[in-house]
């Protein structure tokens, strides 16, 4: 008979926790991330206490999810470099990733008893005006080999926007090609729930840049576009047989966009920053 989770080798009980995630509808980026935590976890215990093998059970005793957390608060796992440099501590939304996936790891195993409380919300990863002032510039010019230049383009857009008007994705997500006013004298501006924010001029030069490729996108529908500001840079997946519609009939997803944000902000600088990052600090 298979080990109960908790009596499981760790390795394994992981394996069988991200099948389960996969299984329960969990986006793959959610999963992959969670398992890379995970395997972060366990390579740290694994090393500071020199041992070779550990049960689930283990693996989450609280000291050792104490010692983990810390370590990584301190940048002591970090592989990569970041925007604060390489000794800065644990971004807030890294930590608070941290600590869901071990608490969603410890549910698995039926000892939800032991979930570590999460770290109280805060502005922690908000970068400083200079450091969204130099993304955002990186983010215009750079496109990683491979990446699909008209996804990147919007992503600098979306990106651009959140930093000028202090907006959330889930806010401008909404927003019509006819909200946006590049042509407004003597400054440009776009329109947020009735709020008219004005545009500096390299947030606007990025929006021509995206309402170009965006044209170009939507002359398949022959006359048919509906004007959404944020769609879809390529056809989706054919599913059960049904075609999926043509890129500009329906909006980007916001989870598309914030996906898109995370996943060209990591090629570029190495730090899977978040849209909200760029909002300014209040």
Request: aromatic fraction near 4%.
């Amino acid at each position: 008979m298979p080990k109960p989770p908790r009596t499981a080798d760790a390795i394994a009980a992981i394996g069988a926790f991200l099948r389960a995630q996969q299984e329960g509808g969990y986006a793959d980026e959610t999963v992959r991330l969670r398992g890379r935590l995970l395997t972060e976890y366990l390579e740290h215990v694994l090393d500071e206490e020199k041992t070779t093998a550990l049960t689930a059970e283990e693996l989450v005793r609280p000291e050792r999810a104490d010692s983990w957390l810390g370590a990584a608060r301190a940048g002591g796992t970090r592989r990569r470099n970041t925007l604060t440099g390489p000794d800065a501590t644990a971004a807030h939304d890294s930590q608070r990733a941290r600590i869901q996936t071990y608490n969603t790891f410890v549910d698995h195993l039926g000892l939800p008893e032991l979930q570590h409380p999460y770290p109280p919300a805060g502005h922690g990863d908000r970068l400083e005006p200079e450091q969204a002032r130099s993304l955002l510039r990186t983010l215009a010019v750079r496109r990683p080999t491979g990446a699909n230049a008209a996804t990147a383009i919007r992503t600098a857009a979306v990106a651009a926007l959140v930093a000028a008007t202090g907006r959330t994705v889930p806010q401008l997500h909404k927003l019509n090609v006819t909200d946006i006013d590049l042509e407004r004298r003597p400054v440009p501006a776009v329109t947020v729930d009735d709020v008219e924010h004005l545009l500096d001029k390299d947030t606007a030069d990025i929006l021509r840049r995206w309402l170009d490729v965006r044209a170009g996108i939507t002359q398949a529908l022959e006359g048919s576009d509906p004007g959404y500001l944020w769609i879809p840079t390529k056809p989706g997946r054919e599913r059960a047989g049904v075609q999926p519609p043509k890129p500009g009939l329906t909006r980007a997803a916001v989870r598309t966009l914030h996906a898109a944000h995370r996943s060209l902000v990591l090629q570029v600088v190495g730090v899977p920053l978040r849209p909200y990052a760029l909002l300014p600090r209040t």
